[in-house]
């Protein structure tokens, strides 16, 4: 017998074998809340390599939003996202954003895949238990650092949240926050006119890293702390809602937070690009 024959015969017999084999069960089946203790993924990644896995279109026109994501979408609602979730983790705040802004389009987006996928069932789930909610919500495995401009057009998100993002402490490392010079500009092409970033860190120096990129970017203005805390509650909710938030809370914790409005190109401050780029 040749060897290729050998090889044919043993696979046969391992196929064989793996027909008597009863079928893994899933660990959560779709509509059912997932137990986020199968789910948990090491927390940090490294967002500038690993890329290949990604699928995504090759333009903003190329991708269907409503097959995947959002099959049956509130009456009124934009058929595309217009709120942003950028590390989403386990969807604490995606979920309370669906119905803290009803009117609009709310997308979870997270690097890891455990983790996104037990955000999927968590909204399968808690649209089975709310017939008619949650519609205005989904998630999406991707790495927002790199392909963003495949799925947004400019001036096309109202908001853009940053939740407790990996401080990557090592200066080595901060080229992967997800806040930068070249970050923001790009956050800021994709924000309407007085869109709004939201940040928020238990870690002070992030939060200073973060004040201090957004604050020299020409095309963001940072509101006041305390007004901007008592009249928009989506400030409130991302201080409360995710699961990192509530880990600090019981951890007795500091949170930092700052708030950002994209203004007009017009009433930018003229600034040359090695100025700014410093």
């Not at 690993?50 to 939003?65: G, L, V």
């Not at 970017?217 to 901007?228: C, K």
């Given at each position: 017998m040749t060897k290729e024959e050998t090889m044919t015969k043993s696979g046969e017999e391992v196929n064989e074998s793996s027909k008597k084999r009863p079928a893994v069960t899933p660990?959560?089946?779709?509509?059912?809340?997932?137990?986020?203790?199968?789910y948990r993924q090491r927390a940090h990644c490294n967002p500038l390599s690993?890329?290949?896995?990604?699928?995504?279109?090759?333009?903003?026109?190329?991708?269907?939003?409503t097959e995947e994501h959002y099959p049956e979408p509130p009456a009124g609602n934009s058929l595309q996202p217009t709120v942003l979730d950028i590390g989403c983790g386990f969807g604490g705040l995606t979920i309370a954003l669906a119905t803290l802004l009803p009117k609009e389009t709310v997308l979870g987006?997270?690097?890891?895949?455990?983790?996104t996928e037990y955000v999927r069932l968590r909204i399968l789930a808690s649209r089975?238990?709310?017939?008619?909610?949650?519609?205005?919500?989904?998630?999406?495995?991707?790495?927002?650092?790199?392909?963003l401009p495949h799925y947004f057009k400019p001036h096309s998100l109202s908001k853009i949240f940053f939740c407790f993002p990996d401080p990557h402490f090592k200066r080595k490392n901060h080229g992967r926050r997800i806040v930068s010079e070249r970050l923001l500009s790009e956050y800021a092409h994709f924000l309407k006119i007085g869109g709004r970033l939201y940040c928020i860190t238990d870690v002070k120096e992030l939060h200073d890293w973060h004040v201090e990129k957004c604050n020299a970017?020409?095309?963001?203005?940072?509101?006041?702390?305390?007004?901007?805390?008592k009249e928009d509650p989506c400030v409130h909710a991302m201080s409360v809602e995710t699961e990192e938030s509530k880990k600090v809370e019981r951890n007795k914790g500091s949170k930092h937070y700052a708030v950002y409005e994209r203004i007009d190109d017009s009433e930018a401050p003229s600034l040359d690009a090695e100025s700014f780029f410093d």
């Open positions: 660990i959560t089946s779709e509509g059912d809340m997932p137990q986020k203790k199968f690993h890329n290949d896995a990604f699928e995504y279109p090759r333009t903003p026109q190329d991708m269907d939003w987006m997270e690097i890891r895949a455990k983790v089975k238990e709310n017939p008619g909610s949650f519609q205005n919500c989904s998630v999406m495995r991707t790495n927002s650092m790199k392909f970017h020409p095309l963001f203005r940072r509101l006041d702390d305390e007004q901007v805390f």
